[in-house]
């Protein structure tokens, strides 16, 4: 089944650090760019970084410099990393295949992580 | 950066067609995707390229993009089509993916 899956969520307090993962299975990863989106409670969806099949990273201006994105592709996984956490970066957070054809084509069920003291 | 904006609600009648529409400053010039998602859910592309429809997606979803309004047209509206819509891009100048704040349609 062609799939990605996300974990690592959890509640973490304010300044605190949290590692998502995502793996993925049923299709050739390393052959994809991969993101994270996020949504808040209640509110929209927010891109918040991409890694491209050749390593090229680019980040949201709102967690430039906290977070980090990687990728292995011998173990078809995705990583954020995620530093200096805020209450405003609580969300649930997925993780995304870009198609070739240049849209959002495989959603995971997201991870939630709530930032709280 | 770039901005999309949508409506923040659309209330249609079952059986009309519901226009929901994402503003942009020359967003004729990129290509637009369109999502839908139910409570709970994942989001689900029903529109990319414009007006390209996924396998899977009812021939009653079409899109178009021009100038600085896109468009996603619901024809014959069903109750299960009430959900949230979000439109996309992608910002060529800043490298950054960029979703519209969202349509919630209500089916009355």
């Known amino acids: 089944e062609v799939q990605v899956v996300e974990s690592g969520g959890g509640l973490v307090q304010p300044g605190g650090s949290l590692r998502l993962s995502c793996a993925a299975s049923?299709?050739?990863?390393?052959?994809?760019?991969m993101h994270w989106v996020r949504q808040a409670p209640g509110k929209g969806l927010e891109w918040v970084s991409a890694?491209?099949?050749?390593?090229?990273?680019y980040f949201a201006d709102s967690v430039k410099g906290r977070f980090s994105v990687s990728r292995e592709n011998a173990k078809n996984s995705l990583s954020l990393e995620m530093n200096s956490l805020r209450v405003g970066d609580t969300a649930v957070y997925y993780c995304?295949?870009?198609?070739?054809?240049?849209?959002?084509?495989?959603w995971g069920r997201g991870t939630l992580v709530t930032v709280s003291s | 950066s770039y901005v999309l904006t949508q409506p923040p609600s659309v209330s249609v009648a079952p059986g009309n067609t519901a226009r929901l529409t994402c503003g942009g400053n020359?967003?004729?010039?990129?290509?637009v995707h369109w999502f839908q998602q139910q409570p709970g859910q994942a989001p689900v592309v029903v529109i990319y390229?414009?007006?390209d429809r996924p396998s899977g997606i009812p021939e009653r979803f079409s899109g178009s993009n021009s100038g600085n309004t896109a468009t996603l047209t619901i024809s014959r509206v069903e109750t299960g089509d009430e959900a949230d819509y979000y439109c996309?891009?992608?910002?060529?100048?800043?490298?950054?993916?960029?979703f519209g704040g969202g349509t919630k349609l209500t089916v009355l």
């Open positions: 995304v295949r870009l198609a070739a054809a240049g849209y959002f084509d495989l």
């Open positions: 049923g299709f050739t990863f390393r052959s994809y760019d």
């Open positions: 890694i491209g099949i050749g390593g090229d990273k």
């Open positions: 020359n967003i004729g010039s990129k290509s």
């Open positions: 390229y414009d007006d």
């Open positions: 996309q891009v992608w910002d060529t100048s800043s490298h950054h993916m960029v």
